[in-house]
């Protein structure tokens, strides 16, 4: 029989709705979160530590034998929040992108999760190198043999989160050339060790990302998640755990930019009249809604196949990666438009939203690559 596919948030979800929405809301207004992304360190640690200590968050998504919690909709119901907020700190990376495959590792590795539970420990992935597109199996960056386990040496580049991290997941080739699909191994570095070099700047969205440096990087035998060169499967998990968390923390933020646009068009007058008594606004503000639902849909299918079967996992992710691209385009150009000017000045959240949306409509994969692997997999 199959699992059952859980489609309301039940009691303790919407608690845990509640008491976000209630923290985020008194430490993230609009000007709290620009000081805190234009200042250093770009996040807040005092915010990440009230999320573990006083809401429990940071256990969501680790697996239970590590001492995590939760389901795929706790999963969408922490993302939708953090969008809503447009949160700056790091949940997405550590929490959903990372810390599931902790659970691969040896001690070592698994023994982080603890530290993430705790707010102590915060992942990045190091993924990013030049000329890396879509095929996962192309990563070059080599990591040499050696009897404490391995040195790195390299460049990785648009670490996002870097900057915030303690820990790195890097996959390395360990054996083979780029390209081939066997040979990558994941290696869990910390930022400080020797040979360890970041060069941080702001993003589009003015979150933090960093080019890495590994210059003679050490990592002990102890580094190791998941087989050694077997773990391209880990980077495909990954990227669908991304671009889930991704979708969720979308429908938040899109909801965000429908409910400013219809509140600015209840009050913006033209030609003696409020702008949204014009049918053809009106049309086009359904439009935004509609296309909003669709992402949330898209988003909780990809959040509850995460742990199921790889190829459901692949489809629904792939489905929602689309899905969202559409909706970050769709609802963030019409929510500029219909503000006017005022849609892209920092004075309003619009245009801060609006460039979250062109971020997250352009990360973990290409729309291309998300069409022909969901057609493969329809196939």
Same mark, same amino acid.
């Given at each position: =029989?199959?699992?059952?596919?859980?489609?309301?948030?039940?009691?303790?979800?919407?608690?845990?709705?509640?008491? !976000?929405?209630?923290?985020?809301?008194?430490?993230?207004?609009?000007?709290?979160?620009?000081?805190?992304?234009?200042?250093?360190?770009?996040?807040?640690?005092?915010?990440?530590?009230?999320?573990?200590?006083?809401?429990?968050?940071?256990?969501?998504?680790?697996?239970?034998? !590590?001492?995590?919690?939760?389901?795929?909709?706790?999963?969408?119901?922490?993302?939708?929040?953090?969008?809503?907020?447009?949160?700056?700190?790091?949940?997405?990376?550590?929490?959903?992108?990372?810390?599931?495959?902790?659970?691969?590792?040896?001690?070592?590795?698994?023994?982080?999760?603890?530290?993430?539970?705790?707010?102590?420990?915060?992942?990045?992935?190091?993924?990013?190198?030049?000329?890396?597109?879509?095929?996962?199996?192309?990563?070059?960056?080599?990591?040499?043999?050696?009897?404490?386990?391995?040195?790195?040496?390299?460049? %990785?580049?648009?670490?996002?989160?870097?900057?915030?991290?303690?820990?790195?997941?890097?996959?390395?080739?360990?054996?083979?050339?780029?390209?081939?699909?066997d040979g990558l191994?994941?290696?869990?570095?910390?930022?400080?060790?020797?040979?360890?070099?970041?060069?941080? &700047?702001?993003? !589009?969205?003015?979150?933090?990302?960093?080019?890495?440096?590994?210059?003679?990087?050490?990592?002990?035998?102890?580094?190791?998640?998941?087989?050694?060169?077997?773990?391209?499967?880990? !980077?495909?998990?990954?990227?669908?755990?991304?671009?889930?968390?991704?979708?969720?923390?979308?429908?938040?933020?899109?909801?965000?930019?429908?409910?400013?646009?219809?509140?600015?068009?209840?009050?913006?007058?033209?030609?003696?009249? %409020?702008?949204?008594?014009?049918?053809?606004?009106q049309h086009r503000?359904?439009? =935004?809604?509609?296309?909003?639902?669709?992402?949330?849909?898209?988003?909780?299918?990809?959040?509850?196949?995460?742990?199921?079967?790889?190829?459901?996992?692949?489809?629904?992710?792939?489905?929602?990666?689309?899905?969202?691209?559409?909706?970050?385009r769709f609802i963030?150009?019409?929510?500029?438009?219909?503000?006017?000017?005022?849609?892209?000045?920092?004075?309003?959240?619009?245009?801060? &939203?609006? %460039?979250?949306?062109?971020?997250?409509?352009?990360?973990?994969?290409?729309?291309?690559?998300?069409?022909?692997?969901?057609?493969?997999?329809?196939?």
């Amino acid at each position: =029989m199959g699992r059952v596919m859980q489609f309301e948030a039940g009691e303790e979800q919407q608690q845990l709705r509640s008491g !976000l929405d209630r923290l985020l809301a008194q430490a993230n207004d609009l000007a709290a979160r620009t000081a805190t992304v234009r200042g250093e360190p770009g996040w807040r640690p005092g915010l990440w530590q009230r999320l573990a200590q006083e809401l429990g968050v940071l256990g969501v998504g680790l697996p239970e034998a !590590l001492g995590g919690f939760g389901s795929g909709i706790d999963q969408l119901v922490v993302m939708e929040a953090a969008g809503r907020a447009l949160l700056p700190e790091p949940l997405a990376e550590t929490l959903f992108q990372c810390a599931p495959l902790l659970g691969h590792g040896g001690a070592a590795a698994q023994a982080l999760a603890a530290g993430v539970i705790a707010g102590d420990v915060r992942l990045a992935m190091a993924l990013g190198e030049a000329g890396l597109r879509d095929d996962l199996a192309a990563i070059a960056m080599p990591a040499r043999r050696n009897a404490d386990g391995w040195t790195l040496t390299g460049e %990785k580049q648009v670490v996002v989160a870097a900057p915030w991290a303690t820990h790195l997941l890097v996959p390395v080739r360990t054996s083979g050339a780029a390209g081939d699909a066997d040979g990558l191994s994941l290696l869990v570095v910390p930022v400080d060790a020797t040979g360890l070099t970041l060069h941080e &700047y702001r993003m !589009l969205d003015e979150r933090r990302a960093a080019d890495v440096t590994f210059a003679g990087v050490p990592a002990g035998a102890d580094a190791l998640i998941g087989p050694e060169g077997g773990a391209l499967p880990l !980077l495909e998990e990954w990227r669908d755990r991304a671009v889930a968390a991704a979708c969720a923390e979308a429908s938040g933020l899109l909801e965000r930019l429908v409910d400013d646009t219809v509140a600015y068009a209840r009050q913006r007058e033209q030609f003696g009249q %409020k702008i949204g008594s014009f049918q053809a606004l009106q049309h086009r503000m359904v439009d =935004m809604h509609l296309q909003l639902e669709l992402v949330r849909s898209a988003a909780l299918l990809a959040c509850q196949s995460l742990d199921g079967d790889s190829a459901a996992r692949a489809r629904a992710a792939s489905a929602a990666r689309i899905t969202t691209a559409q909706a970050c385009r769709f609802i963030g150009q019409n929510a500029v438009q219909l503000h006017g000017g005022m849609g892209m000045t920092d004075e309003l959240a619009i245009g801060h &939203y609006f %460039k979250r949306a062109t971020v997250i409509e352009r990360s973990f994969g290409s729309e291309n690559f998300h069409l022909a692997r969901r057609g493969r997999l329809d196939g």
